[in-house]
């Protein structure tokens, strides 16, 4: 059996988010999974202009409001439908909003709150 290396729960959260680089801006309908450290997008359509380390920002929003969270990430996984990035950079402000986030849609929120407590930035 391999070892879990994950550190934080995920959440499927059924809102929009935005991944920017380079020029290049793609929208989701939904973060298929979201943690504190990362993040997996499906899309429909084929995605090949990604490549692995490409520094990304990824941006989570709330009904049509302005983005509620922004993070800075990198890709660490692409197959042209799903692209998974890993946080790198968070404002305070940001991640506050993030970890409420993942705290009230978790179904285990003790885990979570321990997850927060042991590694209370990204890493």
């Not at 973060?31 to 359509?45: F, H, K, M, P």
């Not at 990035?85 to 909003?97: A, C, G, R, Y």
Request: aromatic content about 8%; overall charge neutral.
């Amino acid at each position: 059996m391999t070892e879990e290396k994950r550190r934080f729960s995920r959440i499927v959260f059924n809102v929009r988010a935005r991944l920017e680089t380079y020029g290049l801006q793609l929208d989701f309908d939904r973060i298929a999974n979201l943690s504190v450290g990362g993040c997996r997008l499906e899309t429909a359509s084929l995605t090949t202009d990604l490549r692995l380390g490409q520094d990304v920002v990824v941006k989570i929003f709330l009904d049509h409001m302005a983005p509620v969270v922004q993070i800075a990430g990198e890709i660490v996984r692409t197959d042209g439908r799903e692209i998974s990035v890993k946080f790198t950079s968070i404002d305070p402000e940001n991640l506050f909003h993030l970890q409420n986030i993942i705290r009230y849609n978790s179904e285990n929120t003790q885990q979570v709150e321990h997850e927060l407590y042991k590694h209370p930035g990204l890493k």
